[in-house]
């Protein structure tokens, strides 16, 4: 901790920090506790260095980062933080991103824990910005022309397909039998609404 803070105060106004500190301070974000007051120096350390750029290309600093702005329940900075960094860890920059938003869920419902289908409508309602997602989250609804067979086959032959038939239309569709399975089973749900 000691040799992070001499060598952050040694290199404040080099261009680029040197890349054995860089190491240093994932290192330090790795091993300290979330919540614990060395991690929140470090944090402070890094945040408030003109570089901090560089320190947010690794993804324990960005971890550490974002999870002291949840512990003192700034969202927000969360939140900029990660639009704002370039680590390469995509997947879980959206995870952290996702966090951030149930646990802002959860002060506001004074609870400690949500559901699949709260999770599910937050991260509806908060989908991660183009920076983190380029490509957009994944849509999970079938094509129009997949949905239209699946109508089809309800409508003229049955809306309660048994096991061959079921494999039948996921081998025609290149769908696993369970999403057809699953499909049958919220369309007559629907239908019954």
């Known amino acids: 901790m000691k040799q992070f803070m001499a060598m952050l105060k040694k290199n404040e106004n080099e261009h680029r920090p040197p890349t054995k500190l860089l190491n240093l301070a994932g290192q330090l974000c790795r091993e300290l506790q979330s919540s614990s007051p060395s991690l929140e120096k470090v944090v402070e350390a890094v945040m408030g260095c003109k570089n901090k750029r560089y320190f947010l290309t690794n993804i324990h600093v960005v971890r550490a980062c974002v999870s002291i702005h949840i512990h003192k329940g700034q969202h927000d900075a969360a939140c900029r933080l990660l639009e704002y960094c370039k680590a390469e860890e995509k997947d879980e920059l959206v995870q952290l991103w ?13 609870t400690d824990s949500l559901t699949p289908l709260q999770k599910f409508r937050c991260r509806k309602r908060n989908p991660p910005p183009l920076s983190l997602c380029p490509e957009g989250l994944k849509n999970r609804n079938y094509s129009e022309e997949v949905r239209q067979q699946l109508y089809r086959f309800a409508a003229e032959v049955t809306a309660h397909p048994n096991k061959k038939q079921r494999e039948g239309l996921a081998q025609d569709m290149k769908l696993q039998p369970i999403q057809v399975y699953n499909w049958f089973a919220n369309y007559r749900r629907r239908q019954k609404s």
């Open 98 to 110: 996702h966090e951030i938003h149930y646990q802002r869920v959860m002060e506001k419902q004074q």
